[in-house]
């Protein structure tokens, strides 16, 4: 009982310099953007199979990106590649710039290694997002080789599955989670 009495506040004391790290290391990240990549042919969004995809532009889904973002206190580095090599290198761009992630990465989902194995070397939280609902289409679209390396998987909502994603990050990020 004693020994618990006087244990009592050093361990109170310990918990508080925890929670304080955990706070630090929240805003430190915070203070970084969710990095959120586009692969191949998404540049053309709005134009290309509206009927699976949707009439929003890559541009209206920066947009929305931002307002969500700056709801939650974040801001968001929004880019879009064709180049698989491209991709890759803002990945590993990422592990020391990005609070967080967010790959869409258009049909290299379904082809790329090199991809998987750069986001499983990004130590940020990062989420896999498609606009289109993979398992209902073509059997080719059902294997993910990225799914692996990320937190979550979010698809078929369309332009709201950026913003689910960006919400789950900052639960992440708030939460001090890594990867
Ligand atoms: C996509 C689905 C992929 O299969 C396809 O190659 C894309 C877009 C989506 O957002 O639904 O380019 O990632």
Redesign the pocket.
């Known amino acids: 009982m004693a020994e618990k009495l006087i244990k009592g506040p050093v361990s109170s004391a310990g918990a508080t310099r925890a929670a304080h790290r955990i706070i630090r290391r929240s805003l430190a990240a915070m203070a970084k953007p969710i990095y959120v990549l586009n692969?191949?042919?998404?540049n053309l969004l709005g134009a290309r199979e509206p009927e699976?995809?949707g009439r929003e532009t890559l541009e209206d889904l920066r947009a929305r990106c931002e307002r969500k973002a700056a709801a939650l206190g974040l801001t968001v580095e929004f880019r879009q590649s064709n180049h698989e090599g491209e991709l890759v290198a803002w990945i590993q761009e990422a592990r020391t710039k990005a609070a967080g992630l967010i790959v869409?990465?258009?049909?290299?989902?379904?082809t790329s290694i090199a991809m998987l194995d750069a986001l499983l070397a990004c130590p940020v939280p990062s989420v896999e997002?498609?606009?289109?609902?993979?398992f209902t289409?073509e059997p080719f679209?059902h294997h993910s080789y990225i799914s692996k390396a990320v937190r979550g998987v979010i698809?078929g909502f369309g332009a709201i599955g950026y913003e689910l994603a960006i919400e789950a990050l900052a639960d992440a990020i708030a939460a001090g989670k890594s990867k």
């Open positions: 692969g191949p042919n998404l699976v995809y869409n990465a258009g049909a290299f989902t379904h997002v498609h606009l289109s609902n993979i289409r679209r698809c």
